[in-house]
RNA sequence: CGGGGCGUAGCGCAGUCUGGUUUAGCGCGCUUGCCUUGGGAGCAAGAGGUCGGUGGUUCAAAUCCACUCGCCCCGACCA
């Protein structure tokens, strides 16, 4: 592709709404024009990336034995009554109505529809498994886009659905889809991590992160610095507590805390450690009220509650419901005397001398002994976010470090959420109907193409890993007033095309520092310049992205140096460079 | 959804508080010519704007008022 015939104009200026890097690199090398909030136009070179990152999808699902289709991306909303999700989904849902007022919705992912036709066309034990694959553009209508490609509202996603007779061969399926995604990611050169993760709205009740790794990224990681586990923040599992203090008394007493109701103000007050405080939240659980107990340092993780208590909504109660439920103003709920259900973070466990609220304004109680006096917990669990530095609960032997990290593909083992409401039924070898056994398996392909930017740049610009880099040598002509200087240029770029080099060749009018500068900022992998310099030392100057210096290679020796650095610059990733070990 | 900010040429901005000497400017980019050629050169001449929209106040509105649409940031939320 010759520049002067392209579609390629950069900036110089960092535009001002970009805060990630990767959103202001593509903005000022001309990869994508906002046509709205988080929705983009992709233009010519980094679809091309695009369509790479999407090529080593297919070819690793492919190889894995997934098969793709293409559904639909306005979807009817009675598939979406059926699964309940029509009102569960929420606002991120855009839906809109026919000519004939109908109700319709643009597809934010597939299930639905995947169930439905897998339902209609598989009923039989032998038709199982199976997996079911598209790229496709998605659309969430997000409260808040932000960061470019990172977070769309449209955007191009690879979506993947398993079906099965029972839950070991999903299992099987799902660590089937884990293995392609770290074979993907490491070829797109990119350091990134696989961590439990939370379900979410999509269900289920296994599931990994790829996250790639980014102080930019989104979601917060705890890895152990020691063995292979790593999850979200959400799920990290909570190390046990010790909580080693002696009794004060053989009861608990009441003490006036006028006006204190944070546990800053309690502990300060009392001159106590906020590990002494037992702290009492009173939730909404699908409707129903509970108490949940955790210690003063520590907070009350949602995801892992809605995971034990199975519930679809929960909330902290709101100011009146707390007052009805407690009988005091938000500030003093505690265990002793409440009349809902209370469980306990484990953090509290064994707890002597402790100090709760005593469901009365301005009043405590202290010298509480967990075990003496809350005999009340129906139950003790793991429901408070871990926290950095804290041991490892697997290997006992290291401590969790913190990354941040952007989600680039999540795999959910989701059992038979959608097939049991959507009766995706099977006639199993006994001749008895059963539902079909799922899983799902997500990755967001210009998201990929985003981290790629965030670990793979410099000063000057991106620094494409030559596996999904847009062009693979960048032909750069300097001085096209000297004939020979153009001679050459022409002459080694139809021979590079010859040989299938996937090649652009900068042809403009332009300064040598405007070339170099562009060059840097569109980050392809290999530089070959030919100027007046370079044929006087006998060759051309080839320059490698990633590295500083570049060199001379002679005239008669062009094509075979440059088909050796492209071969060696695709093995430099072949192997790749991330993933748990 | 709560809080804050911003809409002026393709991009980045000044002008708005204090309405009128501004024919609405500046930088980048774009066009033409000269010149220059190893890290975003220089000179000269140009093209390009219903000042987000609607309504109002006024002799007069980019500027004041009301409504409205859009965009960005922080938070909540989120495969």
């Known amino acids: 592709m010759k520049v002067s015939k392209y579609l390629f104009h950069t900036y110089k200026e960092i535009p001002s709404d970009a805060q990630v890097i990767s959103h202001q690199l593509m903005i000022r090398a001309g990869m994508i024009k906002k046509i709205a909030a988080g929705i983009y136009t992709y233009m010519p070179i980094l679809l091309r990336t695009i369509r790479k990152i999407e090529r080593i999808v297919r070819e690793e699902l492919n190889r894995a034995g997934a098969i793709e289709l293409l559904m639909p991306m306005v979807l009817p909303a009675e598939l979406w009554i059926e699964s309940g999700r ?21 597809g934010p992912t597939h299930e639905e529809i995947i169930t439905d036709i897998v339902r209609q066309e598989l009923k039989s034990y032998k038709d199982l498994p199976i997996n079911l694959y598209q790229i496709q553009t998605k659309f969430r209508d997000e409260a808040r886009p932000r960061f470019g490609l990172m977070r769309g509202r449209e955007f191009i ?27 993907i990611f490491k070829r797109c050169g990119l350091r990134f991590r696989a961590v439990s993760a939370a379900t979410g709205n999509i269900g289920g009740t296994l599931s990994h992160e790829f996250q790639v790794l980014a102080e930019s ?12 586990y790593a999850a979200n923040v959400e799920m990290a599992i909570s190390s046990s507590i010790i909580n080693n203090y002696e009794d004060k008394g053989d009861r608990f007493i009441e003490v006036n805390t006028p006006n204190r109701k944070t546990v800053e103000d309690v502990t300060a007050f009392l001159g106590i450690g906020a590990n002494r405080l037992i702290k009492t939240l009173i939730y909404i659980c699908d409707n129903k009220p509970v108490a949940l107990l955790v210690r003063g340092d520590y907070d009350v993780n949602e995801a892992k509650v809605k995971a034990i208590f ?23 709920a505690g265990p002793i005397g409440l009349n809902v259900d209370i469980y306990a973070d484990n953090s509290i466990q064994g707890l002597k001398g402790a100090v709760v609220g005593a469901n009365r304004a301005d009043t405590h109680f202290k010298d509480v ?12 669990y793991d429901i408070r976010f871990a926290k950095v530095g804290e041991r490892c609960p697997l290997c006992n032997r290291g401590v969790y470090e913190r990354y941040r990290g952007i989600e680039v593909g999540q ?35 210009g998201r990929t193409a985003a981290a790629a930017i965030e670990q793979n ?20 002509g300097i001085g096209t007033d000297i004939e020979e200087v153009v001679r050459r240029c022409d002459l080694l770029y139809k021979e590079l095309l010859d040989l299938g080099v996937e090649v652009l060749y900068d042809d403009r009018d332009e300064r040598p520092g405007v070339l170099f500068k562009d060059a840097d900022l569109i980050g392809i992998p290999i530089r070959v310049s030919i100027s007046k310099k370079s044929i006087e030392k006998g060759g051309v100057e080839v320059k490698l992205r990633r590295e500083k210096n570049s060199f001379i290679v002679p005239f008669d020796k062009v094509l075979s140096e440059i088909k050796n650095l492209i071969d060696s610059e695709y093995k430099f990733y072949k192997g790749g460079v991330g993933g748990n070990k």
Not at 369 to 380: G, T
């Open 411 to 445: 795999v959910f083992y989701l059992g038979t959420k959608y097939s049991s409401k959507m009766k995706a039924e099977f006639l199993d070898r006994d001749g008895s109907k059963k539902p079909m056994i799922m899983g799902c398996y997500g990755i967001g392909i």
């Open 310 to 332: 199975k519930c679809e909504e929960l909330r902290l109660a709101n100011d009146a419901e707390v007052e009805s439920i407690t009988g005091s103003p938000v500030g003093f």
């Open 157 to 183: 996603m690879k979506d993947a659905y398993s079906f099965h007779t029972d839950e070991e061969d999903a299992k099987r399926e799902y660590k089937n889809m884990y293995d392609a995604y770290t074979r």
């Open 457 to 476: 740049h410099d000063e000057n610009g991106i620094i494409w890993p030559m596996p999904i880099a847009p062009f693979e040598v960048h032909l750069l």
């Open 217 to 228: 990224g989104e979601d917060e990681i705890l890895a152990c610095n020691k063995c292979d």
């Open 369 to 380: 002994n967990v075990e003496r006096d809350l005999k009340n917990i129906k139950a003790f």
């Open 86 to 106: 029509w009102n569960y989904y929420g606002v991120e849902l855009l839906r809109f109505k026919d000519r004939k007022n109908a109700d319709f919705c643009l």
